[in-house]
């Protein structure tokens, strides 16, 4: 399985509402003592993840949020991977600050980040996981998404994401449909 976090690269971008993915996956390679490698063929940081004896990457693009699709489609073509072993973390605006959605397939929202990847490897047909970072209507969309989490929606977001270790497991071990129906909704109960 290639186990995608999308965001941006950079000092800048560290702790944004918009790199929630990265956040995921960090989370996910620390729980395993997983260091990530700059591999500049697939433009991407990618890490190994070996579970129950089969070889899984954990990636975060260097290709920036809007052109992540390049990075996807090339470690799917080296490694000769379709869209079925694709599984996406992003973030998403119009979910509640923390929750979680799962989904096996969609358009991209609005995401830039999925548009991208649907773009490139030319299918809606991969799982992903949407992690709320729920914007006030007021605010202005890009300059939200770039802005850092305040102290408050922190301690939300590191709930949610210390849930991340165990919903990859269970990808790996029992699959999309069951992380759908055991942890869709998380973070409504956490908060």
Do not use: W
Request: charged share 25%; proline share 2%.
């Amino acid at each position: 399985m290639i186990i995608v976090g999308l965001g941006n690269i950079g000092k800048e971008y560290e702790n944004t509402h918009h790199n929630v993915g990265f956040m995921a996956i960090d989370v996910v390679a620390k729980a395993n003592q997983l260091e990530f490698k700059l591999e500049k063929k697939f433009q991407a940081f990618v890490c190994e993840y070996i579970y129950q004896n089969e070889k899984h990457l954990l990636v975060k693009p260097t290709t920036y949020m809007n052109n992540s699709g390049l990075a996807v489609k090339n470690i799917l073509d080296y490694y000769k991977k379709t869209s079925e072993d694709l599984f996406v973390i992003y973030d998403d605006l119009d979910l509640p600050l923390g929750s979680v959605r799962i989904r096996k397939t969609g358009s991209s929202g609005g995401h830039n980040g999925i548009k991208s990847i649907i773009q490139y490897i030319g299918t809606e047909a991969f799982a992903r996981l949407r992690i709320g970072i729920q914007k006030q209507k007021e605010i202005d969309t890009i300059e939200y998404v770039l802005s850092k989490f305040s102290k408050k929606e922190k301690t939300e977001i590191n709930k949610t994401l210390g849930y991340m270790p165990n919903i990859v497991d269970d990808l790996l071990s029992k699959g999309v449909n069951y992380i759908m129906n055991h942890y869709n909704g998380v973070g409504h109960e956490i908060s």
